[in-house]
């Protein structure tokens, strides 16, 4: 992956691929114990995992030194005893859901095999080993460099998913070899030592979406892709229109309304939580927000923040961390808007800063506003009252409050409070210089002829 990050942590849909892997098998499996093995990375894996809550709490077992996929799994003796089973995944396999892994472990409990395997049908096999089976039976995998040319078009190859019996599992793992390219032992090497013994060994084939695990950021967007697709089938299923889903991108613990349409070029991440019958996009970007039902989003980000019902966003506003719009209100064209609380049916509707603010309901909010909050050392708060109009390019330099009902004058720097039903004025008074343009052009004839041009001449704004 080239990255400082382990692998496992990648983000898949919002999510990291172990995440997904765990909540994969504590749906799938119910499991009595969790037993995540470590390595390089170790910290990091083992804080992010406990950050994730995972019931029941896994154990961590360290492998050492890396010898390959079956001591990993050799590693975990100790802690798998008193188990009947052993579901073993890997944790750089995100695509694999909890209903996959209860179809692998019907199949392992009904054929009483001693191990089962999951299997997958992916477009490139290459560099993979071929399943050869019998219905439920596997029959062999056969590594790509010993395939015959008809074995090579087989599709169906193995993944890093099994079940095994505790008891036939340890029992085999000490008759792995390192004779490989790797000098490491491989996990499906267990595999033809149970079927020596006579055991049965079940292939349990399931739909990925053509796709497996990944090793590359390449591989990794393919995961993505199919991941992305699955998400946004899920929400179809349950009522919601995208319009084009190739290029529409959903996180996984996202959740959306039925009745609402999602445009071209929405992105809706983290954890956001959307009504029924909302509009979003195209061009949207939606980051750990709610949006209300009937609200509409375009062209537009919202990061933190709360959106409520038939509230109007955009197109080009910013929706900043701890802004809450409530019912009806709106953000319109060029609108900025940081940690602001804007009321019930107040609109902010263009090319305006509102930040550190509290405005009450049914204010209006004129184009060029500015809550001027930071002085250089600290934030300070601007309250605009219910009613209250706001006349273009004001500037609030905060603290200040504007009553109930109250109005500013276009143009004004408002540094005082202002009552509530009044009106503050604070501009120079207007001058007008007559003959103003007659005398510029004048002094101009009289430049480009190399003509001296007194101060009087260039009807300056100093002259009435």
Same mark, same amino acid.
């Given at each position: 992956m080239r990255s400082a990050t382990p692998k496992v942590l990648h983000p898949v849909c919002g999510r990291p691929s172990l995440w997904h892997v765990l909540r994969a098998a504590t749906r799938g499996a119910r499991p009595s114990n969790v037993i995540v093995v470590v390595g390089e990375g170790r910290r990091q894996v083992e804080e992010a995992v406990r950050s994730w809550r995972v019931r029941p709490e896994p154990t961590f077992v360290d492998q050492g030194t890396p010898l390959g996929t079956g001591h990993a799994v050799a590693a975990t003796e100790e802690a798998t005893q008193g188990a009947d089973d052993v579901l073993i995944l890997s944790g750089d396999d995100p695509l694999i859901g909890g209903e996959h892994v209860r179809q692998l472990l019907t199949v392992h409990r009904r054929t009483k095999a001693a191990a089962a395997i999951l299997t997958t049908v992916v477009d490139d096999p290459r560099g993979y080993g071929r399943v050869i089976r019998v219905g439920d039976e596997l029959i062999e995998i056969v590594e790509e460099s010993e395939a015959t040319p008809a074995i090579r078009k087989i599709r169906e190859i193995s993944t890093l998913v099994y079940a095994f019996r505790r008891e036939e599992l340890i029992g085999a793992l000490p008759l792995v070899g390192r004779d490989n390219v790797q000098h490491e032992y491989y996990l499906p090497d267990v595999l033809p030592i149970l079927k020596d013994k006579g055991e049965m060994v079940a292939a349990v084939a399931v739909d990925l979406g053509g796709s497996l695990g990944f090793n590359t950021r390449g591989s990794m967007a393919a995961v993505s892709s199919v991941m992305r697709a699955r998400i946004l089938e899920g929400h179809m299923r349950g009522g919601v229109a995208v319009v084009d889903p190739q290029t529409t991108y959903v996180d996984v613990d996202v959740r959306i309304g039925p009745d609402t349409i999602l445009y071209p070029l929405t992105f809706l991440e983290g954890a956001t939580r959307v009504g029924a019958g909302c509009r979003l996009g195209p061009s949207a970007r939606i980051v750990d927000t709610t949006v209300g039902e009937g609200a509409e989003v375009t062209f537009s980000v919202a990061v933190g923040s709360r959106i409520?019902?038939?509230?109007?966003?955009?197109?080009?506003?910013?929706?900043?961390?701890?802004?809450?719009?409530?019912?009806?209100?709106?953000?319109? %064209?060029?609108?900025? /808007?940081?940690?602001?609380?804007?009321?019930?049916?107040?609109? @902010?509707?263009? /090319?305006?800063?509102?930040?550190?603010?509290? @405005?009450?309901?049914? *204010?209006?909010?004129?184009?060029?506003?500015?809550?001027?909050?930071?002085?250089?050392?600290?934030?300070?708060? %601007?309250?605009?009252?219910?009613?209250?109009?706001?006349?273009?390019? %004001?500037?609030?330099? *905060?603290? @200040?409050?504007?009553?109930?009902?109250?109005? %500013?004058? *276009?143009?004004? @720097?408002?540094?005082?409070?202002?009552? #509530?039903?009044? /009106?503050?004025?604070?501009?120079?008074?207007?001058?007008?210089?007559?003959?103003?343009?007659?005398?510029?052009? #004048?002094?101009?004839?009289?430049?480009q002829r190399g003509e001296a041009v007194q101060p009087e001449e260039k009807g300056g704004a100093d002259r009435g």
């Open positions: 409520g019902p038939r509230a109007s966003v955009g197109p080009f506003a910013s929706l900043r961390p701890g802004t809450v719009l409530r019912e009806g209100a709106k953000a319109g %064209t060029f609108v900025e /808007l940081k940690a602001a609380r804007i009321g019930r049916n107040s609109k @902010v509707p263009h /090319l305006s800063y509102v930040g550190d603010a509290v @405005v009450g309901e049914g *204010a209006n909010i004129g184009a060029g506003t500015i809550t001027v909050n930071y002085d250089g050392y600290d934030k300070h708060r %601007t309250t605009i009252g219910d009613g209250a109009f706001i006349g273009s390019d %004001t500037m609030l330099v *905060a603290p @200040v409050r504007v009553g109930k009902q109250a109005n %500013t004058a *276009a143009g004004s @720097v408002i540094t005082r409070d202002v009552p #509530a039903g009044a /009106l503050a004025v604070e501009r120079s008074e207007q001058r007008i210089v007559r003959g103003y343009r007659e005398r510029k052009r #004048a002094a101009r004839r009289k430049q």
